[in-house]
């Protein structure tokens, strides 16, 4: 090994958290070093929000192409070709991977290493580099962004059979006939309803006895309602036993389900059952961090690990597992070690979106949620059915719901599944973040006919 590089800080992993970090710290004037071994940008460039959405944009193409007639227009049998679906993936990855890679080579102060970190020492590295030779680096400080990965559920015998995650699963040159699926997250009901709107045959098997588990009941049932109207099977409450080979190399699974053991076979099996923090090859133990029995890295409100001068960002934390949460937490830090700020990650509001279609928007407190804490609450509903925008755009699935506290007036969180779910949800946050009481949404003027303007009659429901 050469003799030790120092650097004012070495940032392991290049994602949405530790690229920007690493650029902040070299412009302030520290020496900085970048360590990725993979892709810069991460998993949500790479193999996570980028090219799955870009995915889910031409699904919905081809499912507004196979409902032309309701809008009047006549087409053609609508046919999907997966593999300029999956080059027009492929071409916006490379584009925000590129875009990302030259920020970093361009910020000067910055070396970006191509490699494998591990610790050896605390805040002592060895990186073993693409080409074989390992460096050693030292550092003042040494921020953590390794992020995650796809895990295996322990479904006996599924080792040995060819399955596919949420990575492998986008490389498919042409849709599978028929698609088993394991899971019921976000994940999950993402992939099934894209891959039955390119043409597959599609079953989901969830142990859960709903869908998103950390939705309300009534969100979930509505998330289930849309997916058995676009002809994809549901077991729930239903847990896969055993996985073996059927003939002419399909794949076949034992289900136990609420009925009954039952046996379902597929072309392809998409394994989305959850995710597993990149941290097992990095010897924290040598560097003094402590993880938690999952191997999440133990952090504090300002990320701080046991470690005295390392912090960790994103997803190894255990925290939420969005990228805007991990971008967050490179503004925390970035605004504590160069600013001299005292930011937290405390009662952050932490928006997300299911991007099935429609969309699933939420923020803040779930009905069941906030009533676990005891508080006197109103719950505000209305259907999708009953928005203007929705009806004349012919998208009238799913509903709005929010929830006000029934003391204050103010607005503790909500839910949107419906046309633009997503964007939606964040006129909410909005409205959260400057604590205005519901009756500003019920009483703004919002322009004619927008979806927008569906909060009028949303928290007007309260009145009644």
Do not use: W
Not at 129 to 147: Q, S
Not at 205 to 221: K, M, S, Y
Request: charge should be negative; proline fraction near 5%.
């Amino acid at each position: 090994m050469t003799t030790p590089r120092h650097y004012d800080a070495v940032v392991v992993g290049a994602g949405q958290g530790g690229g920007p970090l690493a650029s902040a710290l070299a412009e302030a004037g520290k020496k900085t070093a970048i360590v990725e071994r993979e892709h810069v940008g991460g998993t949500c460039v790479n193999e996570g929000c980028t090219p799955s959405k870009t995915m889910v944009a031409s699904a919905r193409v081809a499912y507004l192409a196979r409902r032309a007639g309701d809008y009047g227009v006549r087409t053609d049998e609508v046919s999907v070709e997966m593999a300029t679906v999956r080059r027009r993936k492929r071409d916006i990855v490379d584009s925000f991977r590129g875009g990302s890679e030259r920020r970093l080579e361009g910020t000067e102060g910055l070396d970006l290493l191509r490699g494998e970190a591990r610790f050896t020492a605390p805040r002592a590295l060895a990186v073993r580099l693409d080409g074989g030779e390992e460096v050693a680096l030292t550092a003042d400080l040494v921020v953590l962004n390794v992020g995650g990965r796809p895990a295996m559920p322990p479904v006996p015998g599924i080792d040995r059979v060819p399955t596919l995650d949420s990575t492998s699963v986008m490389e498919l040159g042409e849709a599978p006939a028929r698609l088993l699926v394991l899971g019921g997250g976000s994940v999950a009901v993402e992939f099934a309803q894209m891959f039955r709107r390119f043409g597959s045959e599609v079953t989901l098997i969830q142990r859960g006895p709903r869908l998103l588990g950390r939705e309300d009941a009534d969100v979930a049932d509505a998330v289930a309602e849309v997916l058995r109207e676009d002809g994809i099977e549901l077991l729930l409450g239903s847990e896969a036993v055993r996985a073996e080979s059927s003939d002419g190399g399909k794949v076949r699974l034992t289900v136990r389900t609420p009925d009954g053991e039952r046996t379902v076979e597929g072309s392809h099996l998409l394994a989305a059952t959850g995710r597993t923090p990149n941290t097992d090859l990095l010897d924290l133990g040598s560097g003094g961090i402590e993880t938690d029995g999952r191997g999440y890295v133990r952090v504090d409100e300002r990320l701080a690990t046991t470690a005295p001068g390392v912090y960790a960002l994103g997803d190894m934390t255990g925290g939420p597992a969005f990228t805007h949460a991990a971008y967050d937490d490179y503004r925390i830090v970035r605004a504590n070690l160069l600013d001299g700020g005292d930011r937290t990650t405390t009662d952050r509001l932490m928006p997300y979106v299911v991007f099935t279609d429609p969309q699933l928007g939420r923020v803040g407190l779930g009905e069941e949620e906030a009533r676990r804490t005891g508080r006197s609450i109103r719950v505000a509903t209305m259907p999708m059915s009953s928005v203007a925008r929705a009806l004349e755009t012919a998208e009238p699935r799913g509903f709005m719901k929010a929830i006000v506290d029934a003391e204050t007036g103010q607005i503790l969180g909500g839910a949107i599944l419906g046309l633009e779910g997503g964007e939606l949800i964040s006129m909410l946050q909005l409205a959260m973040l400057g604590k205005l009481p519901y009756t500003a949404l019920r009483d703004g003027v919002f322009a004619h006919p927008t979806l927008a303007e569906a909060f009028n009659n949303l928290f007007a429901s309260l009145d009644g």
